[in-house]
């Protein structure tokens, strides 16, 4: 007894110290895969460190890696280190990913002698190869293709300081998106923006101005990059936007209107707005809504409808009570979208009831029947069922019901 009261210590001390390096050592073997697998990651997802980057995504990886660390015990440094590139995410470059943990340490003589943890690192690098798992055949995923760019502002011209509301109309499911607002800024005044760039879809609301003489011009390119897993795309538009200083004195032709946008048709309201209130008596008012130089209403608010897609420019000529006028023409002010029309399911629907479902779905033409035994029940349609067909002269198409 005596023996082992004085050997226990010991052996409870080597225990202990088996224990700690055994736990440091396991966390050791964990940090490695957790490296490989942080490596992984970020091979995939290479341009989210490039430029302009994927916010998003970036904050997604922090998250993966916050949750695997906590799953071994491991106490991250603050911040979590972000992947090496070196500023070249192609693919066949190579992406690297180190990471350092904190490991607690619970034998007490060792914690006096190495600390209370112990710093673990681990690092490995793995070539980018984002682009092709998921775009080339057989390799695991999906074909992906690149998104299309699209974009629309409203109103593109005005008097300064001139508010444009900015949408995103890309396709192809884009991940993230770069705005750039002053691309290529011009014309005879001085100009400026609020807002310089963004890196969210939106939409972004964008106040330029103009300094100058009245009668001088601003003008603003606009560009916005999108892209996926499957690449970017880019549309840019020079002298998108203009921007013009008002007069000094006398009418100023200003006017709004709603809606600006929609599946067509679409009928817009549209109000005079009086900037020099009662500094200026207005005694007419003159719009033209097809911009082919005559005009199609008069009035202080009038209405339009506009039965076909397309991009449409307003415009208001004012003429005060001395007979000074004042002309405003915004572009693309109003856009029209093509109607957009949903095919119905026939499928055990009854033939009797089969053109009042094709109405209801606002399709104009006459369904036509397949020969079959009284009110049968419909089992073919020609245009499958749920297709979304852009019809630019309304809901026109013609669908064959049978049995």
Not at 153 to 158: A, E, I, K
Not at 161 to 171: A, E, K, Q, R
Not at 370 to 399: A, E, L, R, T, W
Request: proline share 8%; hydrophobic share 35%; charged share 10%.
């Amino acid at each position: 007894m005596v023996e082992f009261a004085l050997v226990f210590p010991v052996i409870l001390f080597l225990t202990l110290v088996a224990i700690d390096f055994g736990r440091i050592y396991l966390g050791w073997v964990n940090l490695q895969q957790m490296v490989r697998i942080a490596a992984s990651d970020a091979a995939d997802h290479a341009s989210a460190w490039g430029t302009p980057g994927d916010p998003i995504e970036q904050d997604l990886y922090q998250r993966r890696i916050a949750r695997d660390a906590e799953q071994i015990n491991c106490v991250l440094p603050d911040p979590i280190p972000v992947p090496q590139t070196g500023g070249v995410t192609a693919l066949g470059a190579h992406v690297t990913v180190g990471i350092t943990c904190q490991f607690s340490v619970v034998t007490p003589l060792i914690s006096n002698i190495l600390g209370g943890t112990v710093l673990v690192s681990a690092e490995t690098t793995f070539p980018i190869r984002e682009g092709v798992v998921a775009t080339v055949p057989g390799g695991g995923a999906p074909i992906v293709s690149p998104p299309d760019a699209g974009l629309l502002g409203t109103p593109r011209s005005g008097w300064a300081p001139l508010t444009v509301t900015f949408t995103d109309v890309s396709t192809g499911s884009p991940s993230s998106w770069t705005w750039d607002f002053s691309v290529g800024a011009g014309g005879t005044g001085t100009g400026s923006v609020s807002l310089g760039t963004a890196l969210s879809q939106g939409p972004h609301t964008v106040i330029y101005d103009c300094a100058g003489t009245p009668g001088d011009t601003c003008t603003f390119g606009v560009s916005l990059q999108v892209g996926n897993v499957g690449g970017t795309d880019t549309q840019s538009q020079a002298d998108y936007v203009t921007v013009t200083v008002p007069p000094a004195t006398g009418p100023i032709a200003e006017f709004t209107g709603n809606p600006l946008s929609g599946v067509e048709p679409v009928n817009t309201t549209f109000q005079f707005v009086d900037l020099r209130g009662p500094a200026v008596t207005y005694t007419n008012w003159e719009w033209d809504f097809t911009s082919d130089g005559t005009f199609d209403a008069t009035g202080g608010s009038t209405s339009h409808n506009y039965p076909s897609s397309g991009p449409y420019d307003v415009t208001l000529r004012v003429t005060d009570d001395t007979g000074a006028a004042s002309t405003l023409t915004k572009v693309g002010y109003v856009v029209v979208q093509d109607r957009i029309c949903i095919v119905p399911d026939f499928f055990n629907v009854k033939k009797n009831d089969a053109q009042d479902r094709w109405t209801a779905a606002g399709f104009t033409t006459l369904v036509l029947f397949q020969p079959g035994n009284g009110n049968y029940q419909i089992g073919y349609q020609s245009i499958v069922g749920g297709k979304i067909d852009p019809q630019p002269d309304g809901c026109s198409s013609v669908v064959t019901v049978g049995p």
